[in-house]
């Protein structure tokens, strides 16, 4: 029988708030020799907080933009999960899936972001990569996920909140390493290099002959192809359109009263983190110089209205949602059997098929 608690295991533990880079990096991390991470485990990005049931999922609490609100996502070493049972538990979980004949186990998962001191109790020999990302990306690419809809103020907030918990728990962590998206997609050799030396080990030899696996994703039907040795490459186009996106927010929506207000309100907290959210985009910065004192009295007013808004078409999905369960459980199983074939199908052969 495989001892699990050996004392020569290092645990790297990526975080980073959803759409922040978390999975490449992750990935990417764990073809670092004698790394292991997670793959081909079923589990959508296979993350680890899916293959344990020892806390509760973050999708439980809204998902991404809206779970860090939930005050028991935030974790420590105080936390009454931490017996010596579930801690038991949670290893024996996560080292069925990695590789035993390595010692440096990489696990990612989003919420680890509020987990570093309870993860650090669990796992003593543990390491953290923490990665964040301009706000604009991660608030537009989580806002654009059909399962997710909030308002784009809510989800700075979020950002805002979920980084300041951190900031908080960071001096209570041994061993934490960060870095910016930016700056790891402008230079991914150099990031690579140094979190080996973080973490204790080194760059592996590129691959003779490359294979690939894929990665299950729930927006996917068929997967995220992937390397199995090689490093992924890296790009600044996903960065770009969020910018023009949020640039035509500003200057042409028909909303952009909303989008001003929230740009001039939040701007002076994401700048002590390097980010600006009108600087270095075009004439969204010169939309901002007037109207300073009308945004001020209905600024609050644009934020109720797209609360309520989103809060509206949230409640439709979900109702939608559970009106789709009532009717699957009334359908006979070799109805729904007939359905899923047609959509496999349907993907299989995609457009043309119909």
Same mark, same amino acid.
């Given at each position: 029988?495989?001892?699990?608690? #050996? ?5 790297? *533990? ?14 990417? =991390? ?35 933009? $809206?779970?860090? *609100? ?6 420590? +070493?105080?936390? +009454? ?9 949670? @290893? /024996? ?24 001191? *309870?993860?650090?109790? /669990? ?16 608030? =537009? ?55 080996? /030396?973080?973490?204790?080990? $080194? ?8 294979? &690939? ?10 997967? %995220?192809? !992937?390397?199995?040795?090689?490093? +992924?490459?890296?790009?600044? /186009? ?30 002076? @907290? ?38 309520? %808004?989103?809060?509206?078409? $949230? ?18 199983? &070799? !109805?729904?059997? #007939?359905? $899923? ?5 349907? !993907? ?7």
């Amino acid at each position: 029988m495989q001892n699990d608690d #050996r004392s020569d295991y290092k645990y790297v *533990f990526v975080c980073g708030l959803h759409r922040s880079g978390t999975s490449m990096l992750g990935r990417n =991390i764990a073809r670092l020799e004698n790394c292991t991470g997670f793959k081909n485990t079923g589990a959508d990005m296979d993350e680890g907080q899916l293959l344990q049931d020892v806390y509760t999922i973050d999708t439980e609490f809204g998902g991404a933009g $809206r779970f860090g *609100f939930e005050p028991s996502t935030h974790r420590t +070493e105080t936390s +009454e999960l931490l017996t010596p049972e579930n801690i038991a538990r949670l @290893r /024996a979980s996560w080292h069925a899936y990695w590789d035993k004949s390595k010692t440096i186990c990489v696990e990612k998962t989003p919420g680890n972001l509020l987990m570093t001191r *309870f993860l650090q109790a /669990a796992f003593p020999n543990s390491y953290f990569i923490v990665v964040k990302r301009h706000p604009v990306p991660v608030s =537009i690419a989580s806002q654009r996920w059909k399962i997710n809809i909030t308002s784009l103020h809510s989800l700075f907030e979020h950002w805002l909140h979920c980084h300041e918990l951190f900031e908080q728990d960071k001096k209570y962590l041994k061993r934490v390493y960060e870095l910016s998206y930016e700056d790891y997609i402008a230079d991914p050799a150099r990031y690579h290099a140094e979190i080996a /030396a973080f973490i204790g080990t $080194r760059l592996p030899e590129p691959p003779k002959e490359e294979k &690939f696996y894929y990665v299950t994703q729930w927006r996917n039907p068929t997967g %995220l192809r !992937v390397p199995e040795q090689a490093m +992924e490459n890296v790009t600044g /186009a996903h960065n770009q359109k969020y910018f023009d996106r949020w640039t035509k927010l500003l200057t042409d929506s028909s909303f952009r009263g909303y989008y001003r207000y929230i740009a001039r309100k939040y701007e002076p @907290r994401f700048t002590p983190y390097g980010y600006s959210l009108t600087k270095g985009m075009g004439k969204s910065e010169e939309a901002l110089c007037g109207g300073s004192k009308t945004y001020a009295v209905v600024g609050p007013l644009y934020c109720l209205g797209a609360d309520a %808004l989103f809060f509206c078409w $949230r409640f439709g999905l979900k109702l939608r949602w559970h009106t789709k369960q009532r009717i699957k459980a009334l359908l006979p199983q &070799f !109805v729904l059997m #007939r359905i $899923r074939q047609a959509r496999a199908r349907s !993907v299989r052969l995609g457009p043309k098929a119909a």
